[in-house]
């Protein structure tokens, strides 16, 4: 399956698979675009179309987590070695990463993470609430910024404004897309 | 194993800076992340370079900011220099450092058996977690255990080594503090003074 850049950001993909998730595809030529080599992630069915989407591109190498939190030294790491990367995570990952996210401050590194919310629309599992809720605290507390994302015709750009944030002036970015963005059906069907 | 066994084992343990100062030696073109705590003084003792990277916090990340290294740059061989109570904080690394497999990463572990920092309290591994054969199981195909200075020459050759790995090296070392050796502390300094010694600018 071709999985190149052929498919404009605001043109609908013809693929059968990206009418699921078309922010999917989106996400997935952001990341292109903004030269990420390294894409960690702790998996997460809303991210399931972007992560074979990256899995299928030689140029990029994906890294299967335990936790959250690793993908942020890991990244520290890559980083030290010249290269970007990304972090693909569920809401409720982020309170796992606290800690970890010190790293970010203290060397002044640059960091993009993508998180799918969950626990905030049309959630039918009370254990996703809590940390749902407690995001955007869990980040600012650790000075990371959030630019959440609402709706599809704003996420490209909101992708690459958060990745030059990232990566050309060394700070801290949580990209958060909304669970009503990413659609009430597949949780419920998943 | 009788008590006879293990007192004789704990006897053998090596004192830590003669320890990282002989791994150190010859290191050439090593690319070097320690943990928090001592193995940071340990290293920065055997001697200061700008392909050291000193972590003062982030407990559990070393081994990981040493993974993201070694596959950014394939060419040079890595190694992650910690206690053993930070990697029992990353157990979970572990499994991530085996299955992504970078041949060139050394994973080396500066095992006391102790939570050296905080007062000396006996850790996992001092009431029996083995984890060389942890790092055994989660599929590291190099594992090799220093418990004498004979074994230093075989340790630095497999962190030269790039033809296999990852590589786990659990080095037993005595119990007890040394005079500390602080590294700088300014994480944006140390940052920026690695990534200009692998030749990326100033920005």
Redesign the interface.
């Known amino acids: 399956m071709e999985t190149g850049l052929a498919t404009s950001h605001n043109r609908a993909s013809e693929d059968p698979a990206d009418q699921a998730s078309p922010w999917a595809r989106i996400i997935y030529e952001g990341l292109i675009e903004a030269d990420i ?2 894409v960690t992630y702790v998996p997460d069915a809303g991210h399931g179309r972007l992560i074979d989407l990256l899995d299928s591109t030689p140029t990029i ?1 994906m ?5 959250e ?2 993908g ?12 970007r ?1 990304a972090l693909l995570m569920q809401s409720s990952g982020v309170g796992n990463c606290v ?2 996210l ?2 970010l401050e ?4 640059p960091f993009l993470t993508i998180v799918t919310m969950r626990g905030e629309w049309a959630e039918f599992n009370p254990w996703q609430i809590p940390m749902g809720r407690a995001v955007p605290q869990a980040f600012e507390a650790m000075r990371v910024r959030t630019i959440r994302v609402e709706r599809l015709d704003e996420l490209a750009d909101a992708l690459s404004a958060a990745a030059t944030l990232a990566f050309d002036d ?1 700070q801290a970015v949580a990209l958060i897309l909304s669970q009503r963005l990413l659609g009430r059906k597949k949780w419920v069907t998943k | 194993m009788g008590d006879e066994v293990s007192a004789e084992k704990k006897d053998a343990r090596l004192d830590r800076r003669a320890a990282v100062k002989a791994l150190l030696a010859d290191r050439e073109r090593l690319l070097v ?1 320690t943990g928090l705590g001592s193995p940071s003084y340990d290293v920065f003792a055997a001697g200061d370079s700008d392909a050291n ?1 000193y ?8 081994a ?10 394939p060419e040079r061989p890595v190694a992650a220099f910690t206690g053993d109570g930070e990697q029992l904080m ?1 157990l ?2 572990l ?2 450092i085996a ?2 497999a970078p041949k060139n990463l050394s994973v080396v572990v500066l095992d006391n058996g102790h939570f050296g920092e905080t007062g000396g309290q006996l850790s996992h591994s001092g009431r029996g977690v083995d984890l060389g054969r942890v790092a055994q199981a989660m599929g590291f195909p190099v594992v090799l255990e220093v418990d004498s200075e004979a074994h230093y020459a075989a340790a630095r050759a497999a962190m030269a080594d790039m033809a296999s790995g990852p590589k786990f090296i659990a080095v037993r070392i005595a119990n007890g503090e040394k005079p500390r050796m602080l590294p700088a502390r300014d ?2 300094f ?2 920026t003074r ?2 200009a010694h ?1 030749g ?1 600018p100033v ?1």
């Open positions: 080599k390294h190498r890294t299967v987590l335990t936790t939190e690793e942020i030294a890991i990244g520290a790491g890559a980083w030290l070695g010249g290269e990367s800690n970890m010190s790293l203290s060397c002044r590194l060394d | 992340v990277f972590l003062w916090g982030a407990m559990g990340g070393a990981l900011v040493g993974l993201g290294l070694a596959v950014a740059q990353g979970g690394g499994a991530t299955v992504t994480g944006a140390l940052k690695f990534r692998l990326f920005r």
